[in-house]
């Protein structure tokens, strides 16, 4: 079974950066589709990037575009997202998932039955 965890999440301030880590261990990230969602107080769960296998195809939600960045290292078996220029609305928990059978595009379209990683808190606040 996948297990991801999380990390890198913390406080910064408007305009600052963060690059989160999703550890993934149990099988091998070359078989998945890995995707970074994200949870505001209060809101429900939204696909923020996705990453096909290889890394060649990856999609963002139109609210991260030119911000954040997803990237994988498939010989470290970790996912990465390097968000700049951070706003106070990117303040959320934020979760890696992966999936074997979905495209990148529709993982990202839905919060689906995928294995999920436990979460790291992301605040953008001055």
């Known amino acids: 079974q996948l297990q991801l965890v999380e990390s890198g999440g913390g406080l910064v301030q408007p305009g600052g950066s963060l690059r989160l880590s999703c550890a993934a261990s149990?099988?091998?990230?070359?078989?998945?589709?890995i995707g970074w969602f994200r949870q505001a107080p209060g809101k429900e769960r939204e696909g923020v990037s996705c990453?096909?296998?290889?890394?060649?195809?990856?999609v963002y939600a139109d609210s991260v575009k030119g911000r954040l960045t997803i990237s994988r290292d498939n010989a470290k078996n970790t996912v990465y997202l390097q968000m700049n220029s951070l706003k106070p609305e990117d303040t959320a928990v934020y979760y890696c998932?992966?999936?074997?059978?979905?495209?990148?595009?529709?993982?990202?379209?839905?919060?689906?039955?995928?294995?999920w990683g436990q979460g790291t808190q992301v605040t953008v606040s001055s």
């Open positions: 990453s096909s296998r290889s890394g060649s195809s990856t």
């Open positions: 998932a992966g999936d074997r059978l979905t495209t990148t595009q529709a993982m990202c379209a839905r919060v689906g039955s995928y294995y």
């Open positions: 149990g099988f091998s990230l070359d078989y998945y589709t």
